[in-house]
């Protein structure tokens, strides 16, 4: 008979809500035990049907020494377990100890087998709607690697982002993405940086969205085509100046490299809702966003004292950074399909941030609006000075084309805020100035600070806020553990096929019964007269005796008790005994080793089993 080690395992998609295991470590089968049932179980009950895929290997070969009932496995809808039926062949062939491994992973469907590596993001957008917003999110691929015993060099090219469901299903195979390496990248030692994920569509208040990031090692990729949603120009030229050129489907972005500041800001129509000249005044060269400073002169468009450098771009974000010319200052800018962030870094007094232009094209102190935060609304000619207590955002709206400019300081403080027109050429908005007739001072200090602005085709409150804080208010994200396509399974149950190996000697007055399990002999003596039975009940109890055993569980229920003349049509083979018919007939079995002996009451016979390798 064969007997031997079965370890049993299942490959499956673990869903985001549930993980799939076994509901023991393992069990203890012989080969004549038939259909077996391994149970797979889920943390969780799942709404929909869990597909359990799995992958066979072992030296135990199918169909000769097993079988396996349906793949893949289904736990249904509102069920938590299900089990895995597995068919142990009885060939009645003396072979050595046999496995079967069927390897339980992580993900019901490796998206895609040319890759080897994966990492898990969830993206909890909280208690804000979003509509196509664009997530960041610090990734070590080196780290991540580390974690699962590799250590070599990522191949950039093999990033491929798809997004799932809660259960590990791919909704989306061409995830718009984009990465953005770390100073001092490198992609064996130092493998990090922020990976931008776009969560397209709307993505509603307390949902969450799962995806997975996909790469290798290996080189042979090609890199993944992203349709650009922010297109960059660092070689473009506006109202004097050289610039960068920030296009995106809503806006076109023109940025001063020397002024660091913005000069144009240009909606679908052609309006520019800046519209800076070199003079002018009021109708020109006041005009600029951030105008951040006062007496210093730095980050205003037309100045040329800064120095600009690109850090990266790419189809979902363009990032470049402006430091004044003695190093005290330093600011960043990120810009997005739908707005433009600027982050303080360095500050070495206090600073302003101003939007100085022309909404729609020009002000209209009749029908153009300022909304805050809270709702309160006022026509443009109306100036104000107060802090905006809370989020700290507002937005300037053209009620006749119906966009508006939103402008945010992400971080709330006690600072005035002001607005004031400049009669009817441009607003004198500023987040940290004082009023008009006061003297000019800027009021915040401090760093970093944020502050975004961004072009909307909206004017109502209610929407325009959504849009807002969807931008502003950043999207929780969860990196978890990388998984190998390569990798030991997560479980692993252990169907255990017991051999024990038999040395037998007897003769009508007696004799011994001796068993070796797991390299521990066990032997009883037999005396003329003793029926199988007790024979049975003797080595059950000097096993259960034995102290290096004490983890076997022996039962004599169910065996097979052969009378003295099946023993005398037993013939003596090399392998065993076998009956009249050529059939091996079982010394021992196991179902928690259950015995089956013969009485010692055949001529004298003497048979020493081996144990294998």
Do not use: C
Request: aromatic share 8%; no cysteine.
């Amino acid at each position: 008979m064969v007997l031997g080690w079965l370890w049993v395992s299942v490959a499956t998609a673990v869903p985001a809500s549930a993980e799939v295991s076994f509901a023991t470590e393992g069990q203890l089968v012989d080969e004549v035990a038939g259909t077996i049932a391994v149970p797979v179980q889920l943390s969780a009950v799942s709404g929909t049907d869990t597909v359990v895929d799995f992958a066979v290997s072992g030296s135990a070969t199918e169909p000769d020494d097993f079988t396996l009932a349906a793949s893949p496995l289904i736990v249904p809808a509102g069920a938590s377990s299900a089990d895995l039926l597995i068919h142990v062949v009885a060939d009645a062939l003396p072979d050595t100890p046999e496995t079967i491994v069927i390897d339980l992973l992580d993900a019901p469907t490796w998206w895609d087998e040319q890759w080897r590596f994966r990492v898990p993001i969830e993206f909890a957008v909280g208690s804000h709607a979003r509509e196509n917003h664009v997530t960041e999110t610090a990734i070590d691929f080196t780290t991540l690697l580390s974690a699962l015993g590799e250590s070599a060099a990522i191949e950039l090219d093999s990033l491929r982002v798809i997004e799932v469901d809660a259960d590990g299903m791919v909704v989306d195979p061409a995830v718009p993405f984009q990465f953005d390496a770390d100073p001092g990248f490198d992609p064996l030692s130092n493998a990090s940086g922020t990976l931008m994920i776009q969560l397209t569509g709307t993505t509603a208040a307390g949902v969450s969205r799962f995806y997975q990031v996909y790469f290798d090692l290996g080189a042979g990729f090609v890199a993944a085509s992203v349709p650009a949603l922010v297109s960059f120009d660092e070689g473009a030229y506006d109202e004097g100046q050289d610039s960068y050129q920030v296009t995106t489907a809503g806006a076109t972005y023109f940025y001063h490299k020397l002024g660091a500041g913005f000069s144009s800001l240009v909606d679908a129509d052609g309006n520019d809702w800046i519209d800076y000249h070199p003079t002018g005044g009021a109708l020109g060269n006041f005009r600029g966003i951030p105008n951040l400073t006062y007496t210093e002169g730095y980050f205003h468009p037309g100045i040329t004292t800064a120095v600009s450098n690109v850090i990266a771009h790419g189809p979902l974000r363009a990032a470049f950074e402006s430091v004044s010319p003695d190093g005290l200052w330093r600011i960043r800018w990120d810009i997005f399909p739908d707005f433009a962030r600027m982050t303080v870094l360095d500050a070495d007094a206090a600073f302003w941030f101003m939007y100085e232009g022309a909404p729609g094209g020009s002000l209209d102190l009749v029908t153009d609006l300022l909304v805050r935060a809270d709702g309160t609304t006022t026509q443009a000619t109306q100036k104000w000075d107060t802090d905006l207590a809370g989020e700290e955002w507002l937005y300037v709206a053209d009620t006749v084309i119906g966009r508006s400019l939103f402008l945010a300081h992400h971080e709330d403080d006690a600072a005035l805020d002001s607005y004031w027109p400049f009669g009817s050429k441009m607003t004198v908005l500023g987040f940290g100035r004082t009023a008009e007739g006061e003297p000019l001072a800027p009021l915040m200090t401090g760093a970093p600070q944020t502050f975004s602005f961004g072009l909307m085709d909206e004017t109502s409150h209610p929407a325009a806020a959504t849009i807002i804080r969807g931008a502003t208010v950043a999207v929780a994200a969860t990196v978890g553990a990388a998984a190998d396509r390569d990798a030991l399974p997560i479980a692993r149950h252990v169907v255990t096929i017991t051999r024990p190996f038999v040395e037998l000697v007897g003769t009508a007055s007696g004799g011994h019964v001796g068993v070796t399990i797991d390299g521990i002999d066990v032997l009883v003596t037999t005396t003329a007269g003793q029926t199988s039975a007790e024979v049975a009940l003797a080595l059950a109890t000097a096993i259960a005796n034995e102290p290096l055993l004490s983890g076997v569980q022996v039962s004599s229920s169910g065996s097979r008790v052969l009378t003295s003349g099946q023993v005398e049509n037993l013939s003596i083979t090399d392998s065993g005994f076998v009956d009249a018919s050529g059939v091996a007939v079982p010394v021992l079995s196991a179902e928690g080793l259950v015995l089956l002996v013969i009485s010692l009451l055949a001529p004298a016979a003497r048979w020493i089993g081996t144990r294998g390798a």
